[in-house]
């Protein structure tokens, strides 16, 4: 059974980085073609799928448009973990953040981490 | 980005009846060369994460009950509760996983009547 478990801060200044990181269990990180996401949830946005990591002889990102300029996927293969990095987050940043697993249809969630940007 | 779009925004059904939310795609999500509809449905309950319930518009995930079925094809899905629960009162989202983005819907909430 695939577990995933979120760990990081639920408070962030306005301009700085939110960092989670997801620890996977029950499977791998590098397992090939399996997509590792995170993904974020507001009332004024609802679900809104932000990028993912994956491995298939390489590894490879995809991250949403909105906010590709400022975000980072990260695979950790030593701790079997994926980490998600966002920079200069405004208040309009503030959400659930979930990490998933899979290839377009995601049937393994986090729990979830509230994130709330403000000074 | 495909635009996902689902109807009604809620809906409240008597127990044991059937409740079908729909869901649009603002593009095909249906894949030629395989014949797939890259298209999921979840539930979710509050405070819980989304639940995966159908993925290739009708292909049920493991453990879900038989009385949720997913149809349709291209652009036009639907997600049939046969005869509600009290357990099914939630939140249902449709996904296209088509495109990345992987857009969703906005939800459609199911309530007891």
């Known amino acids: 059974q695939v577990q995933l478990q979120q760990s990081g801060p639920g408070l962030v200044k306005p301009s700085q980085t939110l960092s989670l990181t997801c620890a996977i269990s029950?499977?791998?990180?590098?397992?090939?073609?399996?997509?590792w996401n995170w993904i974020r949830q507001s009332p004024s946005r609802g679900l809104e799928w932000l990028g993912r990591t994956y491995y298939r002889s390489k590894w490879y990102n995809d991250y949403a448009e909105s906010v590709k300029s400022r975000i980072t996927i990260n695979p950790d293969t030593s701790k079997n973990q994926f980490s998600l990095q966002l920079n200069s987050v405004t208040p309009e940043d503030t959400a659930v953040y979930y990490c998933?697993?899979?290839?377009?249809?995601?049937?393994?969630w986090g729990q979830g981490t509230l994130v709330t940007v403000s000074s | 980005d495909i635009v996902m779009t689902q109807s009604p925004d809620s809906l409240a059904v008597s127990l044991g009846e059937r409740a079908t939310i729909n869901c649009n795609s603002s593009q095909s999500v249906l894949y030629s060369s395989n014949n797939k509809n890259y298209l999921a449905w979840y539930q979710q309950k509050p405070g819980q994460p989304p639940k995966l319930l159908i993925y290739?518009?009708?292909t049920r995930e493991s453990g879900v009950p038989d009385r949720f079925s997913g149809s349709g094809s291209g652009t036009d899905f639907t997600l049939t509760i046969s005869s509600l629960q009290a357990e099914d009162v939630a939140v249902y989202y449709c996904q296209q996983y088509y495109n990345t983005p992987h857009t969703f819907g906005p939800g459609t909430k199911v309530d007891i009547k």
């Open positions: 029950g499977d791998s990180v590098s397992t090939k073609s399996v997509g």
């Open positions: 998933a697993r899979g290839n377009g249809n995601l049937n393994y």
């Open positions: 290739w518009a009708s």
